[in-house]
């Protein structure tokens, strides 16, 4: 059974950093595809980053040059280095991807960016 769990949000003062992880169970992480997504109130959810199952990385124009994703295999673990943040990061963030044509989303962890 494919679960997704994030965390590490929480209330940050612009300028500041935050590291969101992403637990996954039921796969390995190392031969999928994972993403970030991210929701602010009144908006629709975003794809933030993108790690392929070789390593690749993409990253929304919003947050290039500021945030990292990354995974670490052993731990099975996904995460997104947040840096400068900025009250328009404010948002809750998900974590993301996709077997054998199903979506699978973790529950969300809420990230707020005070100025």
């Known amino acids: 059974q494919v679960q997704l769990v994030e965390s590490g949000g929480g209330l940050v003062q612009a300028g500041g950093s935050r590291r969101l992880s992403c637990a996954a169970s039921?796969?390995?992480?190392?031969?999928?595809?994972m993403d970030w997504y991210r929701q602010a109130p009144g908006k629709q959810r975003e794809l933030v980053a993108t790690?392929?199952?070789?390593?690749?990385?993409t990253y929304a124009d919003s947050v290039k040059g500021r945030f990292i994703i990354s995974r670490d295999n052993v731990k099975n673990t996904m995460y997104l280095q947040m840096n400068s943040l900025n009250p328009e990061d404010t948002a809750v963030y998900y974590c993301?991807?996709?077997?054998?044509?199903?979506?699978?989303w973790g529950q969300g962890t809420q990230v707020t960016v005070s100025s």
């Open positions: 993301h991807t996709k077997r054998w044509s199903a979506d699978y």
């Open positions: 790690i392929t199952s070789g390593g690749a990385t």
């Open positions: 039921g796969f390995g992480i190392s031969i999928n595809t």
